[in-house]
C-alpha cells in the first residue's frame, strides 16, 4: 500500500481512485456495515444520504461548472451519474442505489484498491493518509481530531447565513459604514423603515423551516440561533439582536434606520457578502422571498443559502494548506465536508484534489492545486484562506471566482464567460501538470 484513505464517502471514493489513477495503491477503510453513522442506511460506498441530486449541469451555474471540470479531470463519481441518470430537467440526478452500487463494485474490482471494511478509532500514523470521514465522522475519530486541532477548531453543527452575490444588491438603498464609525466602512448596511421592517417580520414568522432530523439534538442550536427563532420571540426581538440600527446613521435621511441588515464582505473585492447574524432553517425559497423584502436585497441572487445542521469540520483556514495537507504535516491530508466545504460534488472534488497530491507525496513530487481561475481553485483557496474567526462551510458559486478582465453585460453571458475561462485554465492544468508526467506510465491500472 502507497497511500491510506478513511471514508468511504464521496471524498473518500473519489481520493481513492484518484490516487489509483496516478499508478499507486491505494487502501480504503470504511466502517459500514460494522458501524453506522446516524444518516446512512447500506453499506455500499458513496451513498447518498439526502437528495439524489448533483445539482446543475448547466454552463451558466456554479454547480454546472464544477462538473464539468471534475468530467474533464476524469471523476469516479460523475462517471458513474452519467450511467445511472434518471430524468431531472436541467439538474444531474441519479438513482442512488445504482449510483452507490456501481461506485461499489469500480472501487472493488480496481486492481490497485484495497477496500477494507473497519472503523478507525484514532488517527493511523501512516503516511500519506487522507481523512474523509464526513459531516458524520465516527464519535472514536471525532474525539482523535479534537486532540489533534483542539476542541476549539473542530465543530459539530454548522450555523450558516446566507451569501448573497455582490453583484445582485441595490447599492442606491445601502450604505457603507460601521457601527458607531469603528471600523471604517466595513458593512454595507440595508436600512428598513418601519413599514418595511413590520412587512419582513410578519413574513419571517410565517415563513416555512426545515425540521430538525431526529438524530439532530436541539440544545445544540442554542449558541447560534437561527433569525426566524430570535423572531419568534417577539417583534422587537430583532431589532435588538441581528436587526439592531444602533450606532448607524443613514446618510440618505440622516437618521438611524428603524432596522438594518448588515452585510460582511466575504471575498476582497466584495463580489460576495454575509448576512451578518442571519443563520437560517428557513427553506431555501422562502429564504429568497423574505429576505428580498429588505429593500436593497429585492433582486439578491444567493450565492448560498442559509442554514443549521449537524456537521463535522475542521477550522480549515487555520489548519490546511492548499494542497488539502495540515500545514506542518505534508503527508496528513483532509478532504470532503470535513474540511468545511459544502455539498455532495464539492467533497469529491476536494477528494480528488487530496487523492492526486497524495499520490504525489509518494512520488517525492511537489504538491498542486487547480488554477484560481478554476471553481474547484477558488473554491480550495477560499477554505483554507477565508478569516478563520467567521469560518463557515462553503458550496461552489461564481463569487468565488476572480473578476473578469472584460465581463460581458449580462448575469448568463457573464456566467458562461467566466465557465470558459476556467475550463480553459483547468484543461492546460490537467494537460502540463496531472497527466503530463503520467505519459508512458502506468496511468490508469485496472479501469
Ligand atoms: C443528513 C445530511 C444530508 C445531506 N444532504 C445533502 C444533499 O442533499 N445534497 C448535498 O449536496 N449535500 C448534502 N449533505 C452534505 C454533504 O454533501 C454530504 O454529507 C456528503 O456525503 C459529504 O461527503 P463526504 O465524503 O465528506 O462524507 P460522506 O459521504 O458522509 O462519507 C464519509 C464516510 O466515512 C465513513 N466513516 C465515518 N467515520 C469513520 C471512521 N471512523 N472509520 C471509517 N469510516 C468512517 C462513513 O461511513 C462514510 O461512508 C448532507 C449531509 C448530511 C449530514
Redesign the pocket.
Known amino acids: 500500500m502507497d497511500v491510506l484513505v478513511?471514508?468511504?464517502?464521496?471524498?473518500?471514493c473519489e481520493a481513492a481512485w484518484q490516487v489509483a489513477r496516478q499508478g499507486c495503491r491505494v487502501r480504503l477503510?470504511?466502517?459500514?456495515p460494522f458501524s453506522?453513522?446516524p444518516?446512512?442506511k447500506t453499506s455500499l460506498?458513496?451513498?447518498?444520504?439526502?437528495?439524489n441530486s448533483l445539482?446543475s449541469k448547466h454552463l451558466d451555474t456554479a454547480s454546472g461548472l464544477l462538473k464539468a471540470e471534475m468530467m474533464l479531470w476524469g471523476s469516479l463519481l460523475l462517471g458513474v451519474a452519467h450511467k445511472v441518470e434518471v430524468p431531472a430537467g436541467g439538474a444531474l440526478a441519479v438513482d442512488r442505489m445504482a449510483f452507490a452500487r456501481e461506485v461499489t463494485k469500480r472501487i472493488e474490482s480496481h486492481p490497485s484498491i484495497e477496500l477494507v471494511r473497519?472503523?478507525?478509532?484514532d488517527l493511523p500514523h501512516f503516511r500519506p493518509l487522507v481523512v474523509?470521514?464526513?459531516?458524520?465522522?465516527?464519535l472514536?475519530?471525532s474525539q482523535a481530531l479534537a486532540g489533534l486541532f483542539g476542541g476549539e477548531h473542530l465543530y459539530f453543527y454548522d450555523a450558516i447565513s446566507p451569501i448573497v452575490m455582490g453583484d445582485s444588491i441595490d447599492y442606491g438603498r445601502a450604505f457603507f459604514a460601521s457601527r458607531y464609525g469603528k471600523g471604517g466602512e466595513d458593512y454595507l448596511n440595508c436600512p428598513l423603515t418601519e413599514e418595511e421592517y413590520d412587512m419582513f417580520y410578519r413574513a419571517i414568522v410565517d415563513a416555512e423551516r426545515v425540521p430538525l432530523?431526529p438524530f439532530e439534538d436541539p440544545k445544540f442550536f442554542s449558541g447560534c440561533m437561527p433569525i426566524e427563532e430570535i423572531a419568534d420571540l417577539g417583534k422587537a426581538s430583532l431589532l435588538y439582536g441581528p436587526m439592531k440600527p444602533v450606532g448607524l446613521r443613514d446618510p440618505v435621511t440622516g437618521n438611524r434606520p428603524y432596522a438594518v441588515v448588515q452585510l460582511r464582505r466575504e471575498t476582497k473585492e466584495g463580489t460576495l457578502w454575509n448576512m451578518v447574524g442571519f443563520q437560517t432553517r428557513l427553506k431555501w425559497p422562502e429564504q429568497k422571498r423574505v429576505f428580498r423584502l429588505v429593500p436593497a436585497l429585492r433582486n439578491a441572487e444567493f450565492a448560498r443559502f442559509g442554514s443549521v445542521?449537524?456537521?463535522t469540520y475542521i477550522n480549515s483556514p487555520v489548519f490546511l494548506s492548499m494542497s488539502m495537507a495540515l500545514k506542518g504535516d505534508r503527508g496528513l491530508f483532509f478532504?470532503?465536508?470535513?474540511t468545511g466545504v459544502?455539498?455532495?460534488?464539492?467533497?469529491?472534488a476536494t477528494?480528488m484534489l487530496a487523492g492526486l497530491n497524495a499520490a504525489r507525496y509518494v512520488k517525492g513530487d511537489p504538491p498542486v492545486v487547480p488554477p484560481a481561475t478554476t471553481m474547484m481553485g477558488a473554491l480550495v483557496r477560499y477554505v483554507v484562506s477565508c478569516d478563520p474567526a467567521a469560518f463557515q462551510p462553503m458550496n461552489a458559486n461564481f463569487g468565488l471566482l476572480p473578476p473578469l478582465t472584460k465581463p460581458p453585460k449580462g448575469k448568463r453571458d457573464r456566467r458562461l464567460a467566466y465557465s470558459e475561462r476556467a475550463l480553459k485554465d483547468m484543461a492546460m492544468w490537467l494537460r502540463e501538470v496531472v497527466y503530463a508526467p503520467l505519459k508512458d506510465s502506468n496511468m490508469g491500472r485496472g479501469e
Not at 6 to 12: C, Y
Not at 45 to 51: F, H, K, M, P, Q
Not at 118 to 121: A, L, Q, R, W
Not at 132 to 138: E, I, Q, V
Open positions: 478513511i471514508g468511504g464517502g464521496l471524498a473518500g477503510l470504511e466502517m459500514r453506522f453513522t444518516a446512512h460506498l458513496a451513498e447518498l444520504v439526502c437528495s445539482r473497519k472503523e478507525v478509532k474523509a470521514t464526513g459531516p458524520l465522522t465516527s472514536a475519530l432530523r445542521h449537524r456537521n478532504a470532503g465536508q470535513l459544502e455539498g455532495y460534488m464539492e467533497s469529491a477528494g
